[in-house]
């Protein structure tokens, strides 16, 4: 029973591990290769090679042979030695053949049974590694080793109650044997017999020297059965008969941890590392906990002492990295993920990471080469290269996102992204034309892409094509018919052509009821009242658009045109030059001085009425001075 993980960790799992690990530390009498023993022979060359076809039909030694024993035990001991030559080597196939080979010469060996039947579990052959545990416990019934595993391997198949006579037989002969009285209780436990489970464990721990891992086991039971009370009692005890055993302490802590009682499990943790010094399952502990409740510089001084520890674990400097990104400390950042990099170059996240900071810190050459190492085939392409086009677009090289954007489609036409960001480069060079083209282009290719019509539906509008438009933002409701921004452009592109004034305002209400208080949507509203002659409504819902986005021209104008209708000529001539002042497209920029102008010569015209001569503003500057 490993460390803990989760409640409903598999206790059947654990007890497989635990025999497999006794496995490889068991003993034979038969003679051990030596360093030598790995420079075989031709002949042995040959032998192994032909272990790799289908199985051979192996002469057994003939009669002469067979009444020498010095001629057998050779072979064993030569047949023996490539087994576990191939076995160190991890060729678990060469290394079930020459076992079986030794047993030709060897037939009596429950101990090359049993390291054929540990093959046999390599390789997944749990049937045939039955067979051969079984054979060395008949020959060797003494041979504990075997009756541990195959013990597991009965476990492993549920066969519970074969597996417990195999734990008692051993208990039976070796009453000190701890090792298969832990395997007993867990057992009970597997079989879900918490209580005699229970029993079990309390009296292994009447064994001073393994009191804390009964203890430890008896914890994880009372946890599996939701005995939180008792389990805290168990893993206290564990503790105070082994007060430096990490498995109880994070064991306890874990417990803490699903009682919400996160000071507690702090405590515990950090107990520990006081008394014993940092350990690197505590240190990861504390510092999961750590990030969870945003206390990074203490979660960093964790995976410090890990990283230090640990040279060569990249996941901890990963989190270490993404600390110093979270606390802007992006220089040491910078630092870190080169290291990370410069050990993993084909990890594409990390790469992706170091692109990010650089951009942050407007880096931005720097991050498109980061950006530009992604592969078309990695999950992160997609975002690379947008990042990319839009950074290049920022360095104001439009060549050369353009071509990035029209080489990724090339590699990567599968991505309907690519064609919507292509289009709005274009858009950004006045070619909106073209940008309609490479979105039909797409919609061909994405014939059920929302996202797609309502992109093609505004460069439509911007090319002069508004009937195009429209219909292009219906299909966008057709597919998806919460679109939210269809929903206000094809409500305020049917108010500005003044048609459908009723169908406009039930797409923009629509809108502003999936999004409410959203000061585009909240304009449109306005604007579609003021068409339909509701002045008054108009101008509070413009109002309320205006102190949403007080930064739009657009919406200072509209609410502008509002006053002026109202006759609130002073307000409407304050909103124009506030739309002015936040206006950048010069023809724009006209249109709204020429309304200033307008409201100038009109309040001019009224006071020559009044008083018979001409005068300046009101202020006394020329007219729309004050704009920009």
């Not at 519970?160 to 006579?165: F, G, H, P, R, T």
């Amino acid at each position: 029973m490993g460390p803990v993980k989760t409640k409903a960790e598999s206790l059947q799992n654990t007890l497989c591990v635990l025999a497999l690990l006794a496995l490889a530390s068991c003993t034979t009498s038969v003679k051990k290769a030596t360093s030598s023993d790995t420079d075989l022979s031709k002949a042995a060359r040959e032998l192994a090679t032909k272990a790799d076809g289908p199985e051979q039909v192996t002469p057994g030694p003939t009669s002469s042979q067979i009444i020498d024993p010095a001629f057998m035990r050779a072979q064993a001991d030569y047949h023996f030695t490539l087994a576990e030559a191939y076995s160190l080597e991890g060729d678990v196939p060469r290394a079930i053949d020459e076992y079986k080979l030794t047993l030709l010469y060897d037939q009596n060996s429950p101990q090359i049974r049993l390291k054929l039947a540990a093959e046999f579990v390599k390789k997944g052959m749990l049937v045939q590694a039955v067979d051969q545990a079984e054979l060395a416990v008949q020959q060797d019934p003494k041979l504990t080793d075997a009756r541990l595993l195959l013990a597991g391997l009965y476990t492993s198949s549920k066969l519970y109650d074969k597996a417990l006579e195999q734990y008692q037989l051993v208990t039976d002969q070796d009453p000190e044997n701890v090792e298969a009285a832990l395997y007993v209780g867990v057992l009970l436990a597997e079989e879900k017999k918490f209580d005699d489970s229970a029993k079990h464990f309390k009296k292994v721990a009447q064994n001073k020297k393994q009191a804390h891992l009964a203890w430890y086991y008896l914890g994880r039971i009372e946890m599996e059965r939701n005995s939180d009370g008792a389990a805290e009692e168990a893993f206290v005890k564990s503790l105070a008969s082994k007060p430096d055993f990490v498995e109880s302490v994070i064991a306890l802590g874990y417990l803490y941890e699903q009682q919400k009682k996160m000071d507690a499990a702090v405590k515990v943790y950090k107990s520990y590392q006081d008394k014993y010094g940092p350990s690197t399952k505590i240190a990861s502990t504390l510092g999961r906990i750590y990030m969870e409740k945003d206390q990074y510089p203490e979660a960093y001084k964790q995976f410090e002492f890990i990283a230090e520890q640990e040279g060569d674990n990249l996941n901890i400097k990963v989190k270490m990295a993404l600390i110093l990104i979270e606390e802007k400390r992006y220089e040491e950042a910078i630092v870190k993920l080169k290291e990370i990099v410069a050990a993993a170059p084909d990890s594409e996240k990390i790469r992706f990471y170091l692109a990010a900071v650089y951009e942050e810190i407007k880096a931005y050459p720097e991050a498109i080469e980061q950006f530009q190492t992604i592969k078309p085939a990695s999950s992160l392409y997609a975002e690379a290269v947008i990042h990319t086009a839009y950074l290049q677009k920022l360095l104001n090289d439009y060549s050369k996102a353009l071509q990035t954007m029209a080489g990724s489609i090339e590699k990567r036409s599968d991505i309907p992204q690519f064609y919507s960001f292509y289009a709005s480069l274009l858009d950004d060079q006045k070619q909106a034309a073209k940008a309609v083209t490479v979105l039909e282009g797409a919609i061909k290719k994405f014939p059920k892409d929302d996202q797609l019509y309502f992109y093609l539906g505004s460069m439509q509008d911007k090319a002069g094509m508004r009937d195009a438009s429209v219909v292009s933002m219906r299909k966008v409701l057709e597919l998806n018919p919460d679109h939210v921004q269809a929903l206000n452009y094809l409500g305020y592109t049917l108010t500005e052509m003044g048609a459908n004034l009723d169908e406009a305002e039930k797409y923009i209400r629509r809108a502003l009821q999936l999004k409410p208080n959203d000061g585009y949507i909240t304009d449109s509203l306005g604007w579609v009242l003021f068409k339909k002659g509701a002045y008054k409504d108009a101008i509070a819902t413009l109002e309320g658009a205006y102190k949403l986005k007080p930064e739009e021209s657009i919406i200072a104008e509209h609410l502008g045109d509002a006053y002026l209708h109202f006759s609130l000529r002073d307000k409407a001539r304050q909103m124009y030059i506030r739309a002015v002042t936040l206006e950048s497209d010069e023809s724009n920029i006209l249109k709204i001085k020429q309304k200033i102008a307008n409201i100038d010569t009109d309040l001019q015209q009224q006071h020559v009425e009044q008083s018979g001569k001409p005068s300046s503003t009101d202020d006394g500057r020329n007219p729309a001075s004050e704009s920009k």
